[in-house]
């Protein structure tokens, strides 16, 4: 609390983002809420059912039975009412979190490479994060707006039947919020605190899980498991004496939900005994008496379900600050410098490449001219900045210092030259689909025709002569059976489909044996022709076909 | 520590947690109960006194109201209290517990097979795992609801009784019917359960595929198209969950039907009975079904548990054995490989070198028995590695991962993970030949600072820096350092290699460098190369070394 500003402010716009989120729910939304309200209408109906049916079960069940059918119906309505609500919840959770995943995936896969979490972080950010959005909208966002709602319902029934028995709720209402007030905010404080303290206790674990290959080799697995256990145990001593004060506000509410129907009670059987200790308000009978009583726990039910759901407010929250940065991270991706139509020349001037938080820049003072149609192999170990340079073109990797000019274009000014480009790397993208729908990603609109000549310059065809299906083949997400080299000369078709005038090979033929390798060769060069090709590699084999090697690193 | 399942593990800790336990128990016990009998007496005593009242001055004036009032006052305290304290001891509890299993199953996994340990180093395999113990532990804070659930039976039906075994037993059953409805309906939705499960997973992994695909994507326009396809799968996944919350809703309706039906029931058949016996049956009726309501919610996650439980049995079942011990190894060990055939004698400082993917940093990993390794591939000290507990073999090396992997927590835990006993001098000395001692300095805390989740405070070249420290603290015969100068300018390349040179000139160390880089090979007496044999086309091959040179 020593920065209550900026804490407030932070406070604010996250509630600002989680509102915007559950937007989505539409509709939804307020159904769930709705259902809720019609549950508590439901309530009353139930007690006034019991009420008749008491005061009508003397003549027997045959004069009570409607009232105990009105029972049966209104209890039955509750559960609908209360299932419904959940649907209706469920549904606006669904759509907030298909909206808000649709939204985190675009972002997430717009965050320039160098800034970019690992995949397994944003994986978790797209799936696990906005999953934690479910319970927040679903239950705590209809919870709330029904708790605002629902008392005053029931404080207006019982108020037809008995106003002074409305009053008594009304006032156990006042200390209940006044309680609150003063120590719930500390109490809602200490549960946050209790909740942070459960989490950074769980990511101790997940981080000495996910760092046990460390702990394995230095042979630390006694010092840190007793480090686990010490957190542990300092968290329990710290977190009861938290808890006591936690579960206050969860105890003012039961105490002053008890108070409220014990006090109904004692005050409704002193009035019908005629022995209050002051001047009757009111003249009650036993239906209506009973009616009251019966609502009474009514009144405070709405205010316990909120407090159920207060973690899916709490994990949301945790979620929302954790999307938000994501997003903050996000660039809408330039639209690139519109196509070129002929192999272009390619000048890099004086270039620097330098990831933000990293010593050392990728690529310094880089300079190369390439000739229209020229194919140059840039020939490095790893870490020299050669993926660097071919991911600069594409407007994936920050151009720090320098000039990249395409046919006099500046990059800087074109942001990517991604319209002109088309790609082949180590690890092509294959997704679930026949060999030729991977092929035509590079061109959704190609012909059968021009897939199949695509697939011939690749030297595919070959391939697909012995494979069932040829180029109908579905694959599975793996690519499951198909070799190294199969995969290469997919990611060349789809190159060699978009017909583009530059070309860049980024190692692709790494990880190939020497006799995939030579096959690839003469593919790849044939495919290089009328094309500006830039080919990062460390294979001497894969850069003599080059017109000119470059030694990088 | 000898392999443990988890419910013997669950069961040792209920047994040392059974005092609170109870007390939870009764607590929760006392809630239901007094929920029970306040309502009932309310509803009894509002009638008593509106038929005392009706009956003229004189009989209210008789009618006994201090003590059914003062029950009622004392019902609505003891219900208040006993929730208080049934939350505070079951969480307490819950909280020893946890305290105790969490530990113990690291230690476990500690101990499993080496791929276990490998296997957990991605983000969603812990992820799954610290999942699963969370659920262990909600269960250990759900366990009073039973308690509750019985005395909410016992006190319900023994309360109707007074209103006729009628009524109590058209309660008892509705309540059990109830219950048995609830079982099967939380098994029932198991199966969407696991559906949304594997609906989540298969999301996740076309996620990956797609997320790591950047240049292809870009490259062809393809963002929103990848985008789209995510889509799709995160559709299926929330199509799958609404089957779930569409279960869930029928837990609600099939409580408040019976809560209805039994209060409607036992006012019914208690139609004979003196009115306010009737009014007690009603609203006992009702709250003895709702003090049910919280254990038979419990059933709803009572198929996650399993599941979670059954999958860190696995991972905890999957513990090898302990080897038999060896005598510990005297000195400093030759390191033989098999294939290539290579005689690494200790103090020597070898490089291995080749292109990424041909085995390198699977060679540390072996050596370090993060890895299995065939019999006869690879021997320390003339002792086969395949027979040797791992712990024998790491005794002999420290290693600097390329992936600088580090610890959640300070620079000084970091390096103590090393050498718990290392003096503050030897940190400093540590830090000084990584060219990081300057770097730490400079930080607000210097060696308290905390850097972070993998060190992510960090920048790249300073994890590998501080990595390399680590390493160094650790007295053994070899020093394994996987692409120690990767990511680092020309300048601190350099001053990391005079700190190396530094180092195993004071200890007399061997080393084993993978490198990509020229620089250190400066500082190697021999090189090996490792190529890239595989088997068919584009297949990799297991670990393999083509050729070695000595220079």
Known sequence: MSHPLPDKQRKARRQAWLKEAARAGGRWNGSATGLLCLDGVAAIGFAAALAGGLASIGQGVGAAWPWLALGVVAATGRGVFGSLSLRAGGEAARRAKAALRRRVVVASLGIPAGERPPVGSLMTSAVDEVEALDGYIARFLPARRAAALVPFLILGATAIASPFSAGILAFTLIPFVLALALAGGAAADEARRQFDALSRLSALFADRVRGLPTILAFQAEAEETARLAGAADELRRRTVGVLRVAFLSSGALEFFAALSVALVAVYAGFNLLGLLPFPAPEALDLPRAFFVLALAPEFYAPMRRLAAAYHDKQAAETAADRLEALEAMARTPAGGARPIPRAPAIRFQGVAVRYPGEDRAAVEGFGLDMAPGEVVALLGPSGSGKTSLLNLLLGLAPLTEGEVLVDGLALSEAGSFAPSIAWMGQAPLIVPGSIAANVALSRQDASAGEIARAVEQAGLDAVLRARPGGLDAVLDERGGGLSGGERRRIALARALLKDAPILLLDEPTAHLDAAAEAALIPVIREGAKGRTTIIATHSERLAALADRVVRLG | ?551
């Open chain 2, 1 to 551: 520590m000898i392999a443990m399942h988890l419910h013997q593990l669950i069961a040792a800790e209920r047994a040392r947690q059974r005092p609170r336990l109870l007390v939870a128990g009764i607590a929760a016990a006392a809630v239901s109960a007094s929920s029970v009998l306040l309502l009932g007496l309310s509803g009894w005593f509002i009638t008593a006194s509106a038929l005392a009242g009706a009956a003229g001055i004189a009989s209210a004036q008789a009618f006994n109201y201090l003590l059914p009032s003062a029950g009622i006052r004392l019902l609505a305290i003891l219900r208040t209290g006993s929730r208080y304290g049934e939350r505070l001891v079951g969480h307490d509890a819950a909280l020893r517990a946890l305290a105790r299993i969490r530990p113990a199953l690291f230690s476990s996994l500690a101990a499993a097979p080496p791929a276990v340990a490998l296997g957990l180093s991605t983000g969603e395999a812990s992820a799954r795992l610290v999942g699963d113990v969370n659920a262990v532990e909600a269960r250990f804070v759900g366990l009073s609801a039973r308690w509750g659930m019985v005395a909410s039976l016992v006190s319900g039906v023994a309360l109707l009784h007074l209103a006729g075994p009628a009524p109590a037993l058209a309660t008892g059953a509705i309540t059990a019917a109830y219950l048995l409805l609830a079982s099967r309906l939380a098994t029932g939705l198991q199966a969407p359960g696991r559906e949304a499960q594997r609906a989540a997973g298969r999301l996740k992994e076309t996620y990956a595929t797609l997320a790591s695909a950047a240049p292809e994507l870009r490259a062809y326009g393809l963002e929103s198209w990848a985008a789209g396809r995510i889509d799709v799968r995160s559709a299926d996944l929330l199509a799958a969950q609404n089957d779930v919350t569409a279960g869930a809703g029928l837990f609600d309706l099939a409580g408040a039907a019976a809560t209805g039906l039994a209060a409607v029931g036992a006012l019914a058949l208690s139609a004979d009975q003196p009115l306010p016996m009737a009014a007690l049956a009603a609203l006992g009726a009702a709250m003895t079904v709702d003090g049910t309501a919280a254990f038979a919610r419990g059933l709803e996650r009572r198929g996650a548990s399993w599941e979670a439980e059954a999958r860190l049995d696995a991972v905890l079942g999957a513990a090898a054995p302990p080897l038999p011990a060896r005598p510990a190894m005297a000195g400093a060990p030759v390191v033989r490989l098999a294939e290539p055939a290579a005689l690494l004698r200790p103090g020597t400082v070898v490089a291995i070198t080749g292109p990424s993917g041909c085995g390198k940093t699977t060679l540390l990993e072996t050596l370090l028995s993060l890895r299995p390794v065939a019999p006869g591939r690879i021997s320390l000290g003339g002792v086969d590695l395949a027979a040797l507990p791992p712990g024998a073999a790491r005794r002999c090396f420290a290693h600097a991962p390329q992936d600088a992997a580090l610890l959640a927590g300070t620079v000084r835990d970091n390096l103590r993970l090393a050498c718990p006993a290392a003096t503050e001098a030897a940190l400093w000395e540590a830090l000084r030949d990584a060219a990081m001692a300057e770097r730490v300095a400079a930080l607000p805390a210097g060696l308290d600072a905390w850097i972070g989740e993998n060190g992510a405070r960090l920048s790249g070249g300073e994890r590998r820096r501080l990595v390399l420290a680590r390493a160094y603290l650790r007295p053994t015969p070899w020093l394994l350092l996987d692409e120690p100068t990767e990511g680092l300018d020309a300048a601190t390349e350099e001053r990391v290699l005079n700190g190396l040179r530094h180092q195993l000139a004071r200890t007399g160390q061997g080393a084993l460098i993978v490198t990509h880089r020229l620089a250190p090979l400066a500082l190697c007496g021999s090189i090996i190369r490792m190529g890239e044999v595989g088997g068919r086309d584009g297949q990799q091959g297991p670990i393999a070394w083509t050729e070695q040179e000595f220079a």
